[in-house]
């Protein structure tokens, strides 16, 4: 088992640094002065993470990938959601990133995070396609493919940290950028991901 969870680690790698939706709710928050934004977006996605793998476990993930009904109304739900936040991120109240006494938008709550993981569809092919792959019949049990899913959750929350420190390295080098400009980009990144969704909906079967 130490040897699939590190060649399922090694597998797992290019999916945990594309950027999707918890890389932009990370990035659209990390300039500000709210604190715990790392560790609320990173515990969201591992939840969401975790779910998938608990799913799958139970065959639920299966019934939904093999029907193309349901699983289109997943990605309509995904897609939704998506654009909402991204809707909601251009709205907030922008502020120079050197004023730390101008009132901030609203607390980026844990289950944004997680939402926007369990209604990826694509999150949940990892554990039907990816995942089986590092284990055989004698080791395909819920245990281990949650055991596969924390490796994923702790590199996804090692990857969150990194680029939030070099994103606050950046930002600290900056000359007052306007928090603004970090809103409308990210939230632009959102509705980008959500249209793409519903694009890959309104086009056909499971992927």
């Not at 515990?43 to 779910?51: K, N, R």
């Not at 990133?97 to 209604?119: D, S, V």
Request: charged share 10%; aromatic share 6%.
């Amino acid at each position: 088992m130490p040897e699939a969870l590190f060649a399922f680690a090694l597998a797992i790698v290019p999916v945990v640094v594309t950027p999707g939706a918890s890389f932009t709710l990370m990035a659209t928050r990390v300039l500000g002065d709210e604190h715990g934004v790392v560790r609320r977006v990173a515990a969201g996605t591992a939840a969401g993470i975790l779910t998938h793998a608990v799913l799958a476990a139970c065959g639920l993930s299966a019934l939904v990938m093999q029907s193309a009904e349901l699983y289109r109304a997943v990605q309509l739900a995904g897609a939704a959601y998506l654009i909402a936040l991204g809707i909601v991120t251009i709205a907030r109240r922008g502020r120079p990133a050197t004023a730390p006494e101008a009132p901030a938008g609203p607390r980026l709550r844990l289950r944004t995070a997680y939402l926007a993981n369990l209604l990826n569809p694509k999150a949940a092919a990892v554990y039907l396609t990816l995942a089986p792959q590092f284990l055989d019949h004698r080791t395909f049990t819920a245990a281990n493919l949650l055991a596969l899913a924390a490796v994923h959750a702790a590199l996804t929350a090692l990857w969150l940290a990194v680029c939030a420190t070099l994103l606050r390295s950046l930002g600290r080098r900056a000359l007052a950028l306007p928090r603004k400009a970090f809103n409308v980009v990210g939230g632009a990144v959102l509705i980008a991901l959500g249209l793409r969704t519903l694009a890959q909906a309104r086009g056909g079967a499971p992927a």
